[in-house]
């Protein structure tokens, strides 16, 4: 089932928007954007269909739009289809649910974006920093776009 | 598919930071210098005499925020970047790069430059891979192999610094083309080459590959479960020991890799000996690969006219290229300016790192560290 096939309803809602793309330019066959409580399922049904696997979880930090945009990429290993989703968060307050119980190796990129832009990710068990120095203070986040 | 739905998706995964350290137990630095590890990598290891009860790598001591330093260069200005972050397959990350641009911009490449990126990086490849069998067996305590694979990969070395003008960080691809012309020399020398690596490699097998004591300390050591292929992202030489068929020269062809005709190796076992023999089989078909392109290359310009000053359209791309390591993605998002807004670089050794504390748990160390050498990482790439 495809991706827009599963989520019409929520297609539907507003919940989770198709974005303009050009699959031939961008190198990205499904570019979506979703909120975060729709991210579990989103992870759920990548799980469940053909081999999907996890590319990488990272983020943009859109400081005009005041939000920072949570960005999750996943690829096939039998033929390419690579579905992007988005999922934006408010720039001051920015939580966002872990999918590291479904796909463990999100656990290091959670973290590395966690850093970098200051997301909490819900649930994660592990928010040691990664690249950064263990005891620098949470709020040094080298890739805001505000950052001295 | 039934398949997939049997297995849970849940997976609890434990946090794996050292906490307690009983009387019995002792905390063990695999410290930034060591041999073993392939770059600045420091692995915290909980050890039981010599069993590995947990282990947790460190990160971050070669890191150099390479991402934010894109965001405050033009887009030309990266481009020396992409060679100092995996220095054994520099010219793959250039090509990642340089593709990566010319997609969002809708530049076209001549055909003569697209044959010799194909010639310059399966050669990278080749070196890279002579690099990782002489380290790998240097690591399982075997001397002679490391020297007879760097006097190969010397010969490949003046190959491309004859072309490029480095041994080691390339930065020979430019928007559009090239930045120099080959000659029939490199051409010549090329063929030549190949047909020494021929030889070479049937005596690389008859050294190591039926050798009693690399065989203990290789078979099913390090076996990967079939479905973490997909949870930790894994790609490369690591998830083609494991009956997956995916490699981006074929899945998701770029530049002109369909137009030639070579296998993918695929074994089934997952431990370290399978990924040997899946990289030992590369060399082979990189020089069909390198064959066909040299009997096939036309004449005729090397570059393409572009603006002096890139500015690609709004929006994001993504450039999925077949490094040595695995899957390297470039995703560029941009805003219309002459620097791009943000870069991400998704390097395959990173994912392929992550799953090796779940492998190390209760193996003895030095299978920790054949583990470790059969991944192929470069620690540059995963810190950025």
């Known amino acids: ?148 | 598919m039934s398949q997939m739905k049997q297995t849970n998706p849940y997976i609890d995964v434990p946090s794996y930071a050292l906490e307690n350290i009983t009387e019995s137990t002792f905390a063990l630095n695999l410290g930034p210098q060591h041999p073993g590890t392939h770059g600045v990598l420091r692995i915290i290891l909980e050890m039981d005499g010599e069993y590995i009860l947990k282990a947790d790598p460190v990160l971050g001591y070669g890191h150099r925020v390479q991402e934010k330093i894109a965001e405050n260069s033009t887009y030309t200005q990266v481009l020396p970047y992409m060679g100092r972050m995996d220095y054994l397959g520099a010219l793959l990350y250039n090509q990642a790069w340089v593709c990566c641009v010319e997609k969002m911009c809708g530049f076209e490449v001549p055909e003569r430059a697209e044959h010799v990126r194909v010639i310059t990086c399966e050669l990278n490849r080749i070196a890279s891979h002579l690099l990782w069998y002489g380290a790998f067996l240097l690591d399982l305590g075997g001397f002679t192999p490391f020297l007879h694979a760097f006097s190969d990969r010397e010969r490949v070395l003046d190959l491309l610094e004859y072309v490029t003008g480095s041994r080691l960080t390339y930065c020979f691809f430019r928007f559009g083309g090239l930045f120099n012309d080959v000659d029939d020399h490199f051409l010549q020398n090329t063929m030549d080459f190949v047909e020494h690596l021929r030889k070479s490699l049937k005596s690389y097998h008859e050294l190591v590959t039926g050798n009693v004591i690399f065989l203990n300390r290789t078979e099913n050591v390090g076996t990967v479960d079939h479905f973490d292929a997909r949870r930790f992202g894994l790609s490369g030489p690591v998830v083609r020991a494991m009956d997956y068929d995916h490699d981006v020269r074929r899945i998701e062809p770029y530049s002109i890799y369909d137009r030639f005709d070579f296998d993918i190796p695929v074994y089934k076992e997952s431990d370290c000996l399978a990924r040997y023999h899946v990289r030992l089989q590369e060399f082979e078909e990189s020089l069909k690969i390198i064959e066909q392109a040299i009997s096939a290359i036309p004449d005729g310009p090397i570059r393409s006219k572009v603006p002096k000053i890139i500015k690609p359209p709004r929006g994001e791309a993504c450039m999925a290229v077949e490094t040595p390591r695995g899957e390297l993605v470039v995703y560029i998002v941009s805003d219309g300016t002459k620097t791009p807004y943000r870069v991400k670089y998704r390097v395959p050794s990173f994912s392929n790192l992550s799953v090796f504390a779940k492998l190390a748990e209760g193996t003895l160390l030095a299978d920790a560290l054949a583990i470790l050498g059969s991944l192929d990482l470069v620690i540059p790439e995963i810190d950025r």
């Open chain 1, 1 to 148: 089932m495809k991706i827009h096939e599963f989520f019409a309803d929520d297609t539907a809602n507003g919940l989770m928007i198709p974005l303009e793309n050009e699959s031939e330019k961008s190198g990205i066959h499904d570019l979506w954007q979703c909120t975060p409580e729709l991210l579990e399922e989103v992870a759920l049904f990548i799980w469940h269909g053909p081999p999907y696997f996890l590319e990488m979880v990272t983020a943009i930090d859109q400081i005009e739009d005041d939000k920072i945009i949570g960005v999750y990429s996943f690829n096939r290993f039998d033929k390419t289809n690579r579905i992007i989703i988005h999922v934006p968060v408010p720039r001051d307050n920015p939580v966002l649910p872990t999918i590291s119980m479904i796909f463990p190796g999100a656990v290091w990129h959670e973290r590395e974006t966690a850093e970098f832009f200051g997301i909490t990710y819900t649930n994660l068990k592990d928010s040691r920093r990664l690249l950064l120095l263990d005891d620098d203070d949470p709020s040094y986040n080298p890739l805001r776009k505000d950052f001295k």
